[in-house]
C-alpha cells in the first residue's frame, strides 16, 4: 500500500484514489454504498478521470464500509434525482467503451444496480463470501440496469432466470463457478472490508493491462440457446404470490434476451421496469421493505443499554410454548422448557422433533443439526429452572387468575436483571405486570402461530415497562429472526383488535345475504390468505366466544350484533379442532366443506334480528370488511397503540396475510385515497348504524388535506 495515494472526492460519495499505476474508485455512500444521484457523478467523473490520466492503465471500483454496493437508492425512486443523469447504463456505456480494463473488486454484497455496475466492468473479482444477486423481484421490480440481458450472456439463460425471478444470491466461490466473476480470494474467515479483494483486483486489473488492449465485454457475448420454456414458466407464476407482475415481468426480459439483440434487449428490460416502478405492486411493496426496517425503532428508546439475552426459559409447552422454543434455539440461544406436568412436557418436546423432522424431510435439515437444537433445549417441570433465565416468556393458558399467579411466582423465583415477558394475546398486561413488584421489567411478547415460522412479534408495552426492557426486546426480536412492532395495551393489541370489527362486518353480511364460502371467497380473490371464517375455524372460534362473553357487560345495547358465531359455539362447534365451524370439516382433513346447517342457522339468526336477506355483492363484501380494519386501525393510530401507520401495515401482511402487494390496510387505504375512504365510511354509518362512525383522526387528516396517515400534516 506504500504506493497508495491519498483518497479525493469526486462526488460527495465516491473517492479517487492512485495505486501506484491503478486508479481505484471507491463508493462512500453509507450504508450500502447505494447508487443515488451523486455516486452515479461521482464514479462517471472518476472514470473519465481515469482515462484521461496518463499514468492510469486500469481501474479498479469497489466499496468502503462492510459492502461493495448494495445497489440503487431506492428512497429515489419515483423523483426526480433517480432519473438525473448520468443513469446506470450512462456508466455502463462508459466503461465498455474504456480502453483501459475496468474491475469490479466486490465484498460484502453486489445486488441489484450493485451487480449491474460490476456487470458493466471488464472483469469481476469477488471475496469467497460475498453475494452477488439481483433481489429486485422482491421489491415487485425487475433488474432496470440491464441486468435481465447481461447476467444470462454470462451465466446461461437458466441459470439467470431462477437468480432473476426469484431473487436468488450466489456467493463469491459460487460466482466464479458459474462464470459470473474472474477470480476470487482464497480468505476462510469472514471478510471485514475490501482490503484483501481490492489487492487481489490491483493485481488482476495490472495483469490484464499488460496483457492486452481488448478486454471482454459482457454484453459481446452470445446468448447461449436454452430449452426454457418461457410459456410454461410465465403460466406457473402463482397469481397468490405477492410479486406476480414482477416475476412474469423478469421471465419476458429473459425471453427478450434470447431473442432480440443486446440493445433492444435492454429498451425492452427499460419498459418493464418503468411500468413496474410506477405501478401498484411495487409501490406497495417497497412500502412493506421499508416499513419492516422501520418498525423497529422508537423513539424514546435512543442510547438504552441492552440487556443481556443469553439463557431463555419458556413457560408451558404447548402449541405457542413449542413455536417459541424453536424460534429461540433456531438462532442458537439456548431454552429452558418448563411445564407443570411430565405428559404435557413430554408431548410438547415430542411435537418439536416432529416439526423438525418435516422440515428435515424437506431437505431443510441434517439430522446433525437437528440433534444440535434439540440439545439447546432444557425440558423441566421445576419452576426454580427459570432462575437463571435472562428472559422469561409465559406461554400457559389464557386466564388472567393463572397469568396473575405466575407472575407473582416469577417475581420471588427470577434474578433481579431479568425480563418476564407474557405471550397473551388479549390480556391487559399492565394487570398481569402488577401482580409483580418488578412491573418495570414486565413486557409482553405476542408471538403468533405456528411461533418458529410466522415473522410478526407484536412486542406490548405496558405503563411501566422499562425502556431498556423494550429496546431490548426490539433487538432480541431480530435476533431470532422476527419482524417487531411496538405496540401499546388494549384489547386485542393492534392485530387482534383489528379483527374483531373485520369479524363483525363478515358476521353482517352473513346476516343480509352472504354465504361463509362468498365471503371467504371473496377477501381471498382480493388478496388476503384466508378468508375470515375459515381464518375463525382455524384459530379456535371457543377464544373470541370466551371474549366476547367476558366483554359482554360493556356492549352497547343499541348497537347491532350478530349472534351467528356465538350460535355456532352453543353447538359445540369451535372450529378445525371440533371438525366443524362456519364450514365442516372431514375427520383429519383441514378442508372446509359448506354446510349446510350453518346456512340454516344463518337465516335463522337475520329472521330474528328482522333482517330481509338479498343478494351481496363480492365488492361490498371486501370493501365492508376493509373499511372496518382501516378505521379501526386510524383509531389505533389515534390512541398512540401504534408508533406509525406503517407498523400497522406490518402487523398485518406478516401476522395475518393481508396481500404484501397491497402494501397493508394502512397503506391500501392510502392508495384508495384518505377523502374516497371517509366518504364511503360515512355513507356506511348513515346506512348501517353508528358502528361506523370515523375515526376522529381520519376526519382531522381529511379536512386537512392529507394524502397519508403518517406524514404529520
Ligand atoms: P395451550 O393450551 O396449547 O398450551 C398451554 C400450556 O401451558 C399447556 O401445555 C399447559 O400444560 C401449560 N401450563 C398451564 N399452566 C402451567 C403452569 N402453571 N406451568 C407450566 N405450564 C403450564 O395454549 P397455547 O395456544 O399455546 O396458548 C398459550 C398462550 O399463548 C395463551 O396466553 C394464548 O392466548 C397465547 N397465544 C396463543 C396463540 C394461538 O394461536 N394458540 C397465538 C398467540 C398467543
Same mark, same amino acid.
Given at each position: 500500500m506504500s504506493q497508495a495515494s491519498e483518497s479525493v472526492r469526486l462526488s460527495p460519495t465516491v473517492g479517487y484514489q492512485r495505486q501506484a499505476d491503478i486508479a481505484v474508485l471507491w463508493l462512500d455512500n453509507?450504508?450500502?454504498?447505494?447508487?443515488g444521484d451523486s455516486t452515479r457523478a461521482g464514479i462517471h467523473a472518476g472514470l473519465k478521470l481515469a482515462v484521461e490520466d #496518463?499514468?492510469?492503465v486500469g481501474i479498479v471500483i469497489a466499496g468502503t464500509g462492510k459492502v461493495f454496493c448494495g445497489g440503487? $437508492?431506492? &428512497? #429515489?425512486?419515483?423523483?426526480p434525482a433517480a432519473t438525473a443523469r448520468p443513469q446506470l447504463r450512462d456508466i455502463q456505456q462508459w466503461m465498455e467503451a474504456s480502453p483501459k480494463p475496468v474491475v469490479a473488486a466486490i465484498h460484502g454484497v453486489a445486488l441489484g444496480g450493485g451487480l449491474e455496475l460490476a456487470l458493466g466492468c471488464h472483469y469481476r473479482v469477488v471475496a469467497h463470501d460475498a453475494r452477488l444477486g439481483l433481489p429486485e423481484v422482491n421489491i415487485g421490480?425487475? %433488474?432496470?440496469?440491464g441486468g435481465t440481458q447481461r447476467l444470462p450472456r454470462l451465466v446461461g439463460v437458466e441459470r439467470a432466470l431462477d437468480m432473476i425471478q426469484h431473487g436468488t444470491p450466489v456467493t463469491g466461490k459460487g460466482a466464479v463457478q458459474i462464470g459470473l466473476a474472474d477470480a476470487v480470494t482464497e480468505g476462510a474467515g469472514a471478510t471485514r472490508d475490501a482490503g484483501e479483494v481490492v489487492a487481489l483486483a490491483v493485481e488482476f486489473c495490472r495483469r490484464a493491462a499488460a496483457r492486452s488492449s481488448a478486454h471482454p465485454l459482457v454484453a459481446a457475448h452470445e446468448v447461449q440457446g436454452s430449452s426454457i420454456d418461457f410459456e410454461a414458466r410465465l403460466a406457473a407464476?402463482?397469481?397468490?404470490?405477492?410479486n406476480a407482475s414482477a416475476q412474469r415481468a423478469c421471465v419476458l426480459c429473459l425471453k427478450a434476451a434470447t431473442q432480440l439483440p443486446f440493445s433492444e434487449g435492454l429498451a425492452f428490460e427499460r419498459a418493464r421496469f418503468d411500468e413496474l416502478v410506477a405501478g401498484a405492486e411495487s409501490q406497495s411493496l417497497r412500502h412493506i421493505f421499508f416499513a419492516e426496517r422501520e418498525a %423497529? *425503532?422508537?423513539? /424514546?428508546? *435512543?442510547?438504552q443499554t441492552l440487556r443481556t439475552i443469553d439463557r431463555v426459559a419458556v413457560l408451558g409447552a404447548g402449541t405457542m410454548g413449542v413455536g417459541i422454543t424453536m424460534a429461540f434455539v433456531n438462532a442458537g440461544i439456548p431454552v429452558t422448557l418448563v411445564e407443570r406436568e411430565q405428559a404435557a412436557l413430554d408431548r410438547g418436546m415430542a411435537l418439536i422433533r416432529r416439526n423438525y423432522d418435516v422440515t428435515a424431510s424437506k431437505g431443510k435439515l441434517t439430522s446433525a443439526q437437528i440433534e444440535e437444537r434439540i440439545a439447546r433445549i432444557a425440558p423441566s417441570l421445576?419452576? $426454580?429452572?427459570? !432462575?437463571?433465565?435472562d428472559l422469561v416468556i409465559e406461554a400457559v393458558f389464557e386466564d388472567m387468575a393463572v397469568k396473575r399467579d405466575i407472575f407473582e411466582r416469577l417475581d420471588k423465583v427470577c434474578k433481579p436483571s431479568a425480563i418476564l415477558a407474557t405471550n397473551t394475546s388479549r390480556l391487559d398486561v399492565d394487570v398481569i405486570a402488577a401482580s409483580?413488584? &418488578?412491573?418495570? /421489567?414486565v413486557i409482553g411478547l405476542h408471538f403468533f402461530s405456528p411461533a418458529n415460522v =410466522? *415473522?410478526?412479534?407484536?412486542v406490548v408495552r405496558g405503563k411501566a415497562t422499562g425502556l431498556d426492557v423494550i429496546a431490548t426486546c426490539l433487538t432480541m426480536a431480530q435476533r431470532i429472526q422476527k419482524v417487531p412492532v411496538l405496540v401499546g395495551v388494549c384489547?386485542?393489541?393492534v392485530g387482534n383488535r383489528m379483527l374483531t370489527p373485520y369479524w363483525r362486518e363478515a358476521g353482517f353480511l352473513l346476516e343480509e345475504g352472504a354465504s361463509p364460502q362468498q365471503v371467504d371467497r371473496a377477501l381471498t380473490e382480493f388478496? =388476503?390468505? =384466508?378468508g375470515p371464517l375459515t381464518m375463525a375455524d382455524l384459530a379456535g372460534m371457543d377464544i373470541n366466544w370466551a371474549t366476547r362473553k367476558r366483554l359482554a357487560s360493556t356492549r352497547p345495547a343499541h348497537l347491532r350484533y350478530s349472534s351467528v358465531a356465538d350460535r355456532i359455539c352453543e =353447538?359445540?362447534?369451535?372450529?378445525q379442532k371440533t371438525s366443524g365451524g362456519y364450514y365442516r370439516y372431514e375427520p383429519g382433513s383441514r378442508t372446509p366443506v359448506p354446510d349446510p346447517l350453518i346456512d340454516d342457522l344463518i337465516a335463522d339468526c337475520a329472521r330474528e334480528a328482522g333482517i330481509t336477506r338479498r343478494a351481496v355483492s363480492d365488492e361490498e363484501i371486501v370493501e365492508r370488511c376493509m373499511l372496518a380494519l382501516i378505521n379501526e386501525g386510524a383509531h389505533i393510530l389515534e390512541e398512540g397503540?401504534? #408508533?406509525?401507520a406503517s407498523d400497522i401495515d406490518v402487523v398485518y401482511v406478516h401476522?395475518?396475510?393481508?396481500p404484501a402487494w397491497r402494501g397493508g390496510p394502512m397503506f391500501y387505504a392510502e392508495t384508495l385515497g384518505l377523502d374516497k375512504v371517509l366518504a364511503r365510511i360515512r355513507a356506511l354509518r348513515d346506512a348501517h348504524? !353508528?358502528?361506523?362512525?370515523?375515526?376522529p383522526l381520519l376526519e382531522r387528516l381529511v379536512s386537512g388535506g392529507a394524502r397519508t396517515f403518517d406524514r404529520k400534516d
Open positions: 453509507p450504508p450500502v454504498n447505494g447508487l #496518463q499514468g492510469v440503487a $437508492d431506492i &428512497r #429515489q425512486f419515483n423523483t421490480l425487475v %433488474p432496470g440496469g407464476v402463482s397469481r397468490k404470490s405477492r %423497529p *425503532k422508537f423513539s /424514546d428508546g *435512543k442510547g421445576e419452576f $426454580d429452572a427459570l !432462575a437463571d433465565a409483580t413488584r &418488578r412491573p418495570g /421489567d =410466522m *415473522k410478526l412479534l407484536e384489547e386485542g393489541f388478496g =388476503m390468505a =384466508m =353447538m359445540g362447534r369451535f372450529g397503540i401504534a #408508533q406509525r401476522g395475518y396475510g393481508f348504524g !353508528a358502528h361506523w362512525e370515523p375515526a
